[in-house]
């Protein structure tokens, strides 16, 4: 069925965590023939957004590229994506001018969770379904949605029952949100309730895999009258514009090792590690005795980056050992980790449990020792382990920062995961599922005809 007259618009927020997201959708909805308009918030924060843009608009010529040119941040220091989802919020008004006089009218809206105050009345005045895209589990859209009701209870008892889902530790809930004076605590009593007033829920997983929770999404269990929540993923990682130009040092490396035996590292896009914590796992690994690509990062935004180098962050002693025992490639740069979890070589992950990672290594079939380190980490690991159940995750290691994990402990818990052969099986039956959900006939590809169906109206 041909869905041409459908003309959707996009609206990412800051960060790789959340535009990789929404440019997987877009390539998506342009190959079930939507229009797409995409809106880029301009100046990005770091180089890798900017670098992801422009090769996708190469890739994808016939998506309409529209800037958002936004008004200065209020202050200059904090989080500079949290600086940046403040300078998104502070532009929303421009948004209604761009959106309004596109041609063809538009079909759908769909804007980053983060972004669901300041847009939502836009969005409403424009008169278009509009939905949020939340970037991570449908786990933690559970907590999310329900948070506002329980907020209160909290601070008596240790965790709340999730209506039709299971009892939530507040050990797993993201600190920044229990911090009663925190930013985040405030974004998620003043967002959450909204999602009443949404047409729905995009959602970067699949019903099969997170079967249980987006049914009593669904069913109206943990929330009456929530919206209708979409699994459409997982969203694939995308050869058109992903990693463009020439395989780098990390894959040709790779290419020399043996099936499995490699151990790869990376923590996501935002979080560097303390100095002695990097120096830890670099002992952790060499102590395992696998073989490892460890990306490394000194800092949380690329364009910083110059001035610290490998050595710097990791010390001569630990990069002596390394480059004497020859197993591991350590990396400071971005690297094509989509490539990577496609790499037969590789045959594990220590990861942050980041939503994208996550689906990622589910679409790849590689199995997981998860490391959170903040924010939806722990529920993301804890579904990973307990439902998932191709990973392990270590509930005594802390939150970012809370205790120094100590080599021998990292090096035991890899052997621990590269040692389990019932692991490497459950990741392969993820995998297996995984595409089913966006083949043919697929929950995942049904889901998605359904909304465009919708659009169309
Ligand atoms: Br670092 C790094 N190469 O070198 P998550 C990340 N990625 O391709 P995060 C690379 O960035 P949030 C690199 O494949 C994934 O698609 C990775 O997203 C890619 O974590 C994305 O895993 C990272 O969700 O974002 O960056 O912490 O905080 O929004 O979860």
Known sequence: SSSSCVHVALLPSAGMGHLTPFLRLAATLSRHNCHVTLITPQPTVSNAESKLLSNFFTAFPHVN????????????????????????????????????????????????????????????????????????????????????????????????????????????????????????????????????????????????????????????????????????????????????????????????QPHGSVIYVCFGSRTALEG??????????????????WVVKGNKVDKEDEENGLKGLLGTEILEKIRKENKGLVVKEWVDQRQILDHSAVGGFVSHCGWNSVMEAAFYGVPILGWPLLGDQRINAEFVVSNGGFGIWKKDWGWEGERLVRGEEIGEAIKELMSNES???????????????IGIGGSSEINLQKLTEEWKK
Not at 157 to 177: A, H, R, T, W, Y
């Open 65 to 256: 590229q529209l800037n958002l040119h936004l008004l200065p941040s209020s202050s200059s220091n904090g989080d500079p994506f949290f600086l940046q989802f403040d300078a998104i919020r502070r532009s929303s008004h421009l948004l209604h001018p761009l959106l309004s006089s596109l041609s063809p009218p538009l079909s759908s809206f769909v804007y980053d969770m983060t972004l669901t105050s300041p847009v939502l009345p836009v969005a409403t005045a424009i008169g278009v379904p509009h939905y949020i895209l939340f970037t991570s589990s449908a786990s933690m859209f559970s907590f999310y949605s329900f948070f506002p009701t329980a907020a209160e209870s909290l601070s008596d008892c240790d965790g709340f029952d999730i209506p039709g889902l299971s009892f939530l530790s507040k050990s797993l809930m993201p600190p920044q949100v229990l911090d009663r004076e925190g930013v985040f605590r405030r974004l998620f009593m003043e967002d959450s309730p909204k999602l009443l007033k949404l047409h729905g829920v995009l959602l970067n997983t699949f019903e099969e895999f997170e079967s249980k929770t987006l049914k009593a999404l669904n069913l109206g269990y943990v929330v009456k009258d929530l919206p209708p929540v979409h699994a459409l993923g997982p969203f694939v990682p995308c050869y058109e514009f992903e990693g463009l130009g020439e395989r780098g040092e990390p894959l040709k490396w790779l290419d020399e």
């Open 276 to 293: 002695k914590q990097i120096r830890e796992i670099g002992d952790g690994l060499v102590r395992s005795g696998f073989r490892f690509l």
């Open 423 to 437: 692991l490497v099986t459950k990741a392969k039956e993820v995998k297996v599922a995984a595409r089913k959900a």
